[in-house]
């Protein structure tokens, strides 16, 4: 799921769906609401930067930059080779937006008051395919051409909100309602980081082309944990007959895991190192002769004397959602 | 009287049944011993400080030749000799182990070393025990893969996974305490590292493992081999039994691995080239004196590149410059076509070859020694400079003439093999070339080439605790040791100063007093100073044991009996 560019393309929707309803006959909001309970059904999308998370991404990009982009330009700098190129399909992206569904069922209390139990499910980040080809050309004229392929590259995060609301509803002539509401209760979230990945070393010269090398891995890391959740919310109503209305809600979700574990598992040249442990956010300088990166990145493989700092999931954010409400 | 006799009789009968008991646990004989190590596939990395951003490699399965000659008289401090030689990816057997260190030698009065082996007055057997080692893909040695019959898989097995000087140092040491822990009787004893040429960077890697080996698994160093590291504590766990299951501090290893003698090599190989280059331009350098006696002058603006005018233009070989291009070459092929003579390898081996199962064409299926089936050449090389092709073009032509049919007997006796398989390479130029261009890890940024630094820092650290003697050959323009002071003395962030004295007492002076700066290494507080022996051999090549060997073998005799040089080689260390 590419949930890039997801925001602007949901506000559009909404839009579009309250022009929709704004246009639809209706029935009065105000008196011909009908049962006790309510059962709704939304899906949206969610403003995300889980900053601990999307390391990840950053520190993945720094090092490949490191790795070829800066090591190339270092040896082109001192005369060791004579040009260097590089190609790309595809990037690596940070969880940015997220989608979401709730059912939810609500028991009015009153005119203007009621209670409401959902569960929240939300989704961001995906996969994709990377595709990175350098190309050095070394004084001699032989060619140096690497190609690295994630197929795919895997970063996303998924949530289970089971909450509990109440919603303070105060209709607006005959086809609208307006309604704000708050919502608690825990969260838990799975996290899924990893790649599957194919390296290749070629030299190329004018009438032969070597395959001198040639790796391949994966490295899969999952987590889970729980914490917990508070909403803050508006919604616009359209009432659409005596059991039916849809509706626009839009609102801040405060939500944060503090703490999460699970298994991680790296193959490369043909062994397997499996591993479990608490997610941590880890740094590490890596010193090359041509130049010092420092990166930070999560991860849930123990390592002794690691410089380790606390991971914290944060799914925070501004979410807008569609949904369609039905009274039993 | 009757019970007197049946007494005696069964005290008879309970020796006779203990004896077996008290003889297995006495140690077996020594003998004379060759033949072949297995290395297992081993999973290694390289890290500039990211464990998911390592380079993980694994290695072929591998089997290792060695030959062990016994001392002539074994007492319970004789020492243990590992001889190797360089290159990389060239044959021990070939070198130190025919040119008189053995019982049998070459000889260096004919032209090439003669027509067969002649025993040796100054075999080193009077020093200790004597183990010879070819290196992976070296001389004897052979790797085993799957598809081998595949060529592009054997050009992927000649890269960084098998041959690099960390990997290489990791094999040596792994053959090392394998024959170490077969022989019970030699476990704990001292251990002299002789290394010839690129060998002085594989005994720096070796000794700076060995000493520093935790180092070499908790993420310090930027080789990293925890299978080896493992393998090493459960040697010291045997030989230091009062540091069981601790890490052995330097010091106390040093009373095992704490002595090396390096005959012309490789230690700071990048300091020394580029101080050498800058000798020999010097007016008046030897370059000009060979330009006067050819006819031919020295100009550097004309022959920018010193071998190519000492090797192709004067026609001087660059291992003894006296002398005419390729002569110890000679030495080197000869040596290799003897040995592929089974009653030759027998004889200097002490060891009956036809009993040796990995030589037989029957045991090795899936073996490999080259890429190119029709010759060991290696590809890329004609760039390359006049150096390499002396080392390894001149060499692997003349192995590859007759392509498969081997020289001696050795095809008869063990059986015809794969084409990509070779039962004796002096000078694997694959393998080189693995270790210097077709190289994963140099491709990648890690700085472990041999010409890098680090292996100068590595040495001045060793020699805390490692007593060193290095030959100072003075025909030699391989390995220009007249620059190996000025060498040492670029590593200024570790040394204060570097002095080369060139008189003494002995018949054969030379010493350089290295004179560390205050904390140059933080482990170290008090390394101040190390006293290296250099003695002088006048009229010697690259390789000294062949031309002057009853030199080397007094001095290096002399050296033994000292008792540490005047270095103080607790290496003030903290324990």
């Known amino acids: ?328 | 009287m009757k019970r007197k006799t049946i007494l005696f009789l069964g005290l008879i009968m309970v020796c006779l049944c203990l004896a077996p008991v008290f003889l297995a646990a006495a140690d077996p004989p020594l003998n004379d011993q060759a033949g072949f190590m297995a290395i297992e596939p081993v999973t290694f990395y390289f890290h500039y400080g990211s464990y998911f951003e390592r380079l993980l490699l694994k290695s072929s399965r591998a089997r290792i030749w060695y030959s062990f000659l016994c001392a002539d008289q074994d007492r319970s401090e004789t020492p243990l000799f590992v001889f190797f030689n360089g290159g990389p990816g060239s044959a021990t057997s070939c070198g130190l182990m025919s040119m008189y260190t053995g019982r049998y030698t070459l000889d260096n009065q004919e032209a090439n070393g003669g027509d067969h082996y002649i025993a040796n007055p100054v075999s080193w057997t009077r020093f200790g025990h004597l183990l010879y080692i070819d290196a992976r893909q070296a001389g004897f040695s052979y790797n085993i893969m799957e598809r081998d019959e595949d060529v592009n898989e054997r050009l992927r097995e000649f890269n960084a996974q098998n041959f690099n000087s960390f990997f290489d140092a990791a094999d040596f040491i792994r053959l090392l305490l394998r024959f170490l822990a077969a022989q019970s009787q030699l476990q704990g004893r001292p251990v002299v590292i002789v290394g010839e040429s690129y060998g002085g960077t594989r005994a720096t890697a070796m000794l700076h493992i060995l000493l520093n080996y935790t180092d070499y698994s908790n993420g310090r160093e930027t080789f990293q081999d925890p299978a080896l590291v493992d393998e090493i504590q459960a040697h010291y766990d045997a030989v230091f039994p009062e540091y069981a299951g601790r890490t052995v501090p330097a010091s106390v290893i040093a009373r095992q691995f704490g002595r090396q003698v390096l005959v012309q090599p490789t230690v700071t190989m990048g300091y020394q080239s580029a101080l050498a280059e800058e000798m020999l331009q010097q007016p008046g350098s030897i370059l000009y004196r060979i330009g006067i006696e050819v006819g031919i002058p020295y100009d550097p603006g004309r022959y920018p590149d010193q071998f190519e005018y000492v090797h192709d233009v004067a026609g001087r070989d660059l291992y003894i410059y006296t002398r005419p291009s390729d002569w110890l070459s000679g030495f080197f092929d000869n040596a290799g076509l003897r040995l592929r003579t089974v009653g030759n390898l027998s004889r200097v081996t002490g060891v009956e070859a036809r009993t040796i199962g990995e030589l037989y064409a029957s045991s090795r299926h899936a073996a490999y020694r080259v890429i190119d089936a029709n010759s060991p050449w290696a590809y890329a090389y004609e760039t390359d400079s006049p150096l390499t092709r002396a080392l390894f073009e001149v060499p692997a032509r003349l192995e590859s003439v007759g392509g498969l049919d081997e020289p001696g007997d050795i095809t008869d006796v063990f059986g015809a093999l794969q084409p990509w398989d070779r039962f004796f390479i002096g000078s694997n130029a694959n393998a080189n070339w693995a270790f210097h261009v077709c190289n994963v890890a140099l491709a990648r940024g890690y700085d472990i080439h041999y010409q890098e630094p680090r292996y100068g820092r590595m040495f001045l650290k060793n020699l805390a605790h490692v007593r060193t003697f290095i030959t100072n050959a003075a025909l030699d323009l391989v390995v220009y040791t007249a620059a190996l002071p000025p060498a040492l003395a670029r590593h200024s962030d570790i040394l204060a100063s570097v002095r080369h004295e060139r008189r003494g007492p002995e018949a054969r002076p030379g010493r350089i007093v290295l004179e560390y700066l205050p904390g140059a290494f933080a482990e170290l507080p008090t390394l101040t100073s190390r006293t290296i022996r250099f003695p002088l051999y006048n009229h010697s090549c690259h390789a000294v044991s062949l031309t002057q060997p009853l030199d080397l073998f007094a001095d290096v005799g002399a050296w033994l009996q000292e008792t540490d040089g005047g270095n103080d080689l607790s290496g003030g260390e903290h324990e």
């Open chain 1, 1 to 328: 799921m590419n949930s890039h560019g997801l925001m602007p393309a949901a506000v559009l929707a909404a839009a579009l769906l309250l022009t929709v309803t704004l246009l639809l006959p209706g029935a009065g909001a105000e008196d011909k609401e009908r049962g006790k309970l309510w059962l709704e059904f939304s899906g949206g999308c969610q403003g995300l930067d889980p900053a601990d998370l999307n390391s990840a991404v950053d520190a993945d990009d720094r090092i490949q930059y490191l790795r070829y982009d800066h090591y190339l330009q270092a040896l082109q700098d001192s005369g060791q080779i004579r040009s260097w190129s590089a190609t790309a399909e595809g990037g690596r992206r940070r969880i940015t937006a997220g989608w979401l569904l709730e059912p939810r069922l609500r028991y009015r209390l009153g005119a203007s008051l009621s209670l409401s139990a959902a569960v929240r499910v939300q989704r961001g980040g995906g996969t994709r395919d990377l595709f990175f080809e350098f190309s050095r050309e070394r004084n001699d004229g032989e060619l140096y051409v690497e190609t690295l392929a994630f197929n795919p590259y895997r970063l996303s995060v998924q949530s289970y909100w089971p909450n509990f609301g109440i919603h303070f509803r105060r209709p607006m002539g005959r086809r609208f309602c307006a309604e704000v509401h708050a919502a608690a209760g825990p969260l838990f979230a799975d996290v899924s980081y990893g790649s599957a990945w194919t390296y290749a070393w070629d030299m190329r010269g004018s009438d032969y082309i070597w395959p001198v090398f040639r790796d391949a891995g994966e490295r899969s890391e999952k987590g889970t944990g729980s914490g917990f959740g508070l909403e803050l919310g508006a919604r616009l109503e359209r009432v659409l007959g005596r059991r039916l209305a849809i509706f626009l809600e839009g609102g801040y979700a405060w939500q944060r895991v503090n703490s999460l574990s699970g298994s991680g598992r790296e193959t490369r040249a043909e062994e397997t190192e499996t591993w479990s442990g608490k997610w941590v956010n880890r740094g590490e300088t890596i010193v090359t002769p041509w130049e010092t990166l420092a990166i930070r990145f999560p991860t849930s493989r123990p390592q002794a004397g690691a410089d380790d700092g606390p991971f914290r999931l944060d799914l925070s954010g501004w979410q807008l959602r569609a949904g369609v409400s039905w009274r039993l």
